[in-house]
C-alpha cells in the first residue's frame, strides 16, 4: 500500500506543478487565442488530475488538507471547462450528467464542510473559518450553477464569466496548495489564515477585471 501512495504522490506533485506553470502561462498571455486553448486543455487535464490524486492521498493517509483542495480543484476546473460547452442553457440545451455530478459533488461537500468548520470554531479551531469560508464560496457557485443550468441567467455571456471565475478558482487552489505545502520552509512564521487566504484575496481582483469585459 505505501507503494501506491509514493506512486500516487508522485504523480499528485508532477501533475501540481504542471498544472500551476500552464495557469500561469495562460494568466499572462493574451487571452481567447488558439495557444491559450491548447494550453488551457492542459491545465485542465493536469489540475483534475491533481485532483483525483489529492483525494486518493487523503483516503490512503487521511489528510483534510487534501481533501478540500483536491474536491475545490476538481469542480472549480470542472465546470469551469464545462461550461464553454454550456452556452445554449435556457435556448433548448440542458446540462449533462457531468455537469450534475460536479454540481452535486459540490453542493454536498460545501453542507459538510460548513459543518464541520462551524464545529471546529466551536471548539475555538481556527481552521474552522477556511473550511467554512471555502464551504461558503462553494455553495454559492452552486447556487449559480443551478440557475444557470435552468436557463435563468441575465447575463449573455454567463458561460464565459463562470469561465473565467472558476478557471481562476482552479489556479488559486493550485497556488494556495503550493504555499501552504511548503509553509514549513519559511524563514519567518506566516498565520495559517494569510496562508490559506492569502492567494484568494491576492488574485480575486484580476478575475473581477476580466469579468467586466464581458459583461
Known amino acids: 500500500m505505501e507503494l501506491v501512495f509514493q506512486i500516487i504522490l508522485i504523480i499528485h506533485i508532477i501533475s501540481g506543478s504542471s498544472g500551476l506553470l500552464t495557469g500561469t502561462i495562460n494568466i499572462l498571455q493574451k487571452k481567447g487565442g488558439k495557444r491559450h486553448r491548447q494550453i488551457g486543455r492542459l491545465f485542465v487535464f493536469f489540475m483534475v488530475t491533481a485532483g ?6 487523503a483516503i490512503l ?57 462551524s464545529y471546529m470554531i466551536y471548539n475555538s479551531a481556527n481552521f474552522g473559518i477556511v473550511l467554512v469560508s471555502f464551504g461558503l464560496i462553494g455553495l454559492n457557485n452552486v447556487r449559480s450553477d443551478f440557475k444557470n443550468y435552468a436557463g435563468r441567467s441575465k447575463k449573455k455571456k454567463y ?53 467586466k469585459l464581458y459583461k
Open 61 to 117: 493517509h487521511p489528510n483534510n488538507f487534501l481533501l478540500i483542495v483536491g474536491i475545490f480543484t476538481i469542480y472549480l476546473v470542472g465546470t469551469g471547462d464545462r461550461y464553454m460547452r454550456l452556452r445554449l442553457l435556457g435556448k433548448g440545451q440542458k446540462p449533462a450528467f457531468t455537469d450534475w455530478f460536479l454540481s452535486l459533488g459540490m453542493l454536498l461537500s460545501g453542507i459538510c464542510f460548513v459543518g464541520w468548520g
Open 159 to 211: 458561460w464565459m464569466l463562470v469561465h473565467i471565475g472558476r478557471m481562476m478558482g482552479g489556479y488559486t487552489a493550485s497556488l494556495t496548495a503550493f504555499i501552504v505545502v511548503n509553509a514549513q520552509y519559511y524563514p519567518f512564521e506566516v498565520p495559517s489564515l494569510v496562508i490559506w487566504l492569502g492567494p484568494a484575496v491576492l488574485l480575486t481582483p484580476f478575475s473581477i477585471y476580466w469579468s
Open 52 to 57: 483525483i490524486s489529492s483525494i486518493i492521498l
